[in-house]
């Protein structure tokens, strides 16, 4: 008897599975279609007043197929702006359901190319979805208008395929490509903008031989958010960061791009070891952040930019080190996807995933 059940239940099994191979497409489009329904306009990203960091890359020029290059979003009210945009930023911010024809404008902290490289596909979004009339505002420390004036020739073509392939209605040919604003950086900081209630302010980092380089700090009803851009440990960075909330920094761990190099070297492959030596003396590691972090007196320190890629979880102790020792507060090694938001003259932070 017992034979018997288990040789129909087999049975079922075998003539199952071949009804789904048979029936394999429709099934697929059916599939599909739900998911679709629910996916399109369905996850769109809600956030109450306050001030909120959405990470939208936390890679660096490294290849890492988990993480996008260097990308974030500062949400105060209803102001939002894309600080840095490196590869891939811009598909996380669909995928997290962010309006990106919504943006107020991006804040480059300089000109490396993994800060910029996803300028494309995040100035043509916010074109087509917002019906834009006017280029998307890329603010930046001097030099910016060199970068935009290329980027712009460089998609020229582009944009006349787009207008003639969508019409105007769509793509009105006044938007399209990015306007640059530029701002004069000196040894103090300066206030890039200070409208409804937010006020940014661009302070220099030390990211030799990069210059200018700046980070930025976010003000916005009692809170404060905090980036570093590429930036060794200095004191101009600790004051720029005094009191903030969340201070999102740099990090590279020394000790494991070491042994990239060791490896590098074994395989003859001298050029790449150099550049891996080179990197070292230009950003923070997650010791010199926590230092930093623990000096400036913040709430909660989110490592992003992480070198060298980190492929699981497992690996974030290795590549903390010491980092914990060396601050009181929370460490947060940054994945894409995440949202961090500061409700107005409160000290909680909440914390979800969007990816
Ligand atoms: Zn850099
Ligand atoms: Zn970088």
Not at 40 to 53: E, F, I, R, S, W
Not at 100 to 114: E, K, Q, R
Not at 288 to 313: C, I, N, W
Request: proline share 6%; aromatic share 8%.
């Amino acid at each position: 008897m017992k034979r018997k059940l288990l040789f129909a239940s087999l049975a079922l099994l075998v003539v199952g599975a071949s009804l789904v191979t048979v029936f394999q497409r429709p099934i697929g489009e059916w599939l599909f279609a739900r998911a679709i329904d629910a996916r399109v306009g369905g996850n769109t990203m809600v956030l109450d007043d306050g001030l909120h960091l959405l990470l939208c890359g936390t890679g660096s020029p490294l290849p890492d197929p988990d993480r996008a290059g260097p990308c974030n979003v500062v949400v105060a009210g209803d102001q939002a702006f894309v600080v840095d945009i490196g590869e891939g930023g811009a598909r996380n911010l669909q995928l997290m359901g962010f309006d990106i024809a919504g943006l107020d404008g991006v804040l480059l902290t300089h000109f490396h190319s993994d800060h910029i490289d996803g300028m494309g596909p995040l100035a043509l979004l916010y074109w087509t979805q917002g019906t834009s009339t006017a280029p998307l505002p890329v603010y930046g420390p001097e030099g910016v208008e060199t970068v935009i004036e290329g980027f712009n020739a460089f998609y020229a073509t582009d944009k006349t395929y787009r207008i003639a392939h969508h019409g105007e209605e769509i793509v009105p040919p006044t938007g399209g490509g990015a306007q640059a604003m530029p701002f004069a950086t000196g040894d103090a900081p300066v206030v890039v903008l200070d409208s409804d209630g937010l006020k940014i302010t661009a302070f220099r980092v030390d990211h030799d031989p990069v210059k200018p380089a700046v980070g930025y700090r976010f003000d916005y009803k009692g809170r404060s958010i905090v980036i570093s851009g590429d930036a060794a440990k200095s004191a101009t960075l600790e004051q720029a960061a005094k009191g903030a909330d969340i201070l999102v920094h740099d990090a590279l761990q020394p000790r494991l791009v070491g042994k990239m190099t060791a490896a590098l070297e074994r395989r003859g492959q001298a050029n790449t070891a150099k550049i891996t030596r080179d990197i070292l003396d230009y950003h923070a590691s997650p010791e010199d952040a926590a230092k930093s972090a623990q000096a400036a007196g913040v709430k909660r320190l989110v490592l992003s930019h992480l070198v060298p890629p980190l492929p699981t979880s497992f690996i974030y102790p290795a590549f903390l080190g010491d980092a914990k020792d060396n601050f009181d507060g929370e460490i947060t090694v940054g994945e894409g996807g995440m949202v961090f938001s500061l409700e107005p003259e409160g000290d909680g932070i909440e914390v979800q995933e969007r990816l």
